[in-house]
Structure formats: structure tokens, C-alpha cells
């Protein structure tokens, strides 16, 4: 089994910013295989299904995201997960927008979602997939990560959220390091 857990903020405020574009991606996951189920557990939004014949569940805490490692740790205790059964799909202000880089493992770059993951799991060693939402040059992170993309920022996120949802299925159905090898070139 495997578990995909999307970074964002809960709310209609918040449902376009940058800071969002993990669950963005994983709303391409869900449209592409189907994923199903639309309740709550976990302190998330919570659905499920089969990507490449794995069973998989998929979160959208809710609980903002610098307060991510809650529903993490409640997700990997009941199903008695390994963190390298868990893929965390999260922005990154490093990234170019429309890249996306996979990881086995890492810091959390600054990134406070991934910080208190790390700090629940007592590991930095687990895969995430980031999406690149550019860097935020002279605004303050915190206000950049928190605005609308830019329609030209737009027309490169689009694909970008698809090869995130095909790289969700590589990883799925190969692994990490052939999901890295395949998506991480591009």
C-alpha cells in the first residue's frame, strides 16, 4: 500500500496560491486513476484506489500546512507504513515553475510542511515530489507562496501537474529511483 499525502491550505483563499500546488497535482492523480471516496480521516480529506494494481490512499490534511505532520503521522500509524511508502507532493520556491523533482530523501529546504513531516516522522528519509513555483525574488516568501500564480505561470504549471501524476504512478509502479531516473531528467 501506498500513501500520497498533498500539502496545502484548506479553504477557498487559499485554493489557487502557489503554496497549493501540491494539492493541485493531486487533483491530477485523483482525475487520472480514478481515486475515489471523498470523506475525512485523518484530520484530511481522504480518498482511495488502485494505481498500478497498489492499493493507494491519498490526504489532503487540513490542518494548514505547517501542522502537516498531524494527519502524516496519524496515516502512517494506522496503516503501519514504512515512510518509503509515503509520497509528499509540496511546492518549492527552488524550483523553476513547470519542474518537478523527486527525492528519496532530504531536507525540508525550508519548507514548513516538510519540517513538521520530518518532526512527526522522526526522519527526513522519505519521498516527496516537488513542484517548482519559482523563486519569490523581492516579495517575502511567506506573502509570494500565499498569491495567485500568474497566468504565464499558469501556462507552465499545467503540465507540469500532469508529469507529476505520471512521475505518482512511476514511483508506484517502479520505485523511487526509477521514478528519479525518469522524471527528474525532464
Known amino acids: 500500500m ?34 475515489t471516496g471523498g470523506g475525512s480521516k485523518f484530520h484530511s480529506a481522504f480518498l482511495d484506489g488502485r494505481v498500478a494494481g497498489e492499493k493507494v490512499v491519498l490526504i489532503k490534511p487540513q490542518t494548514y500546512m505547517n501542522r502537516s505532520g498531524l494527519a502524516v503521522g496519524e ?7 514504512d515512510p518509503a511508502d509515503l509520497m509528499v507532493l509540496v511546492d518549492d520556491v527552488a524550483l523553476p515553475v513547470g519542474k518537478i ?5 532530504g531536507s525540508a529546504g525550508g519548507q514548513n510542511g516538510l519540517k ?28 509570494y507562496v500565499l498569491q495567485p500564480f ?15 501524476a505520471i512521475a505518482v504512478e512511476t514511483w508506484i509502479a517502479e520505485g523511487i529511483d526509477k521514478a528519479m531516473t525518469k522524471h527528474n531528467a525532464e
Open 2 to 35: 501506498k500513501l500520497i499525502v498533498a500539502l496545502g491550505n484548506p479553504g477557498p483563499d487559499y485554493a489557487r496560491t502557489r503554496h497549493n500546488a501540491g494539492w493541485m497535482a493531486a487533483d491530477r492523480v485523483v482525475d487520472r486513476f480514478g481515486l
Open 75 to 81: 496515516a502512517v500509524r494506522f496503516y503501519k507504513l
Open 101 to 105: 523533482r523527486l527525492r528519496a530523501a
Open 116 to 143: 513538521d513531516i520530518q518532526r512527526v516522522l522522526a526522519t527526513p528519509a522519505y519521498p516527496r515530489l516537488r513542484i517548482g513555483i519559482d523563486p519569490p525574488g523581492r516579495v517575502p516568501t511567506v506573502d
Open 150 to 164: 500568474t497566468a504565464a505561470q499558469r501556462d507552465e504549471l499545467d503540465p507540469a501537474l500532469d508529469a507529476a
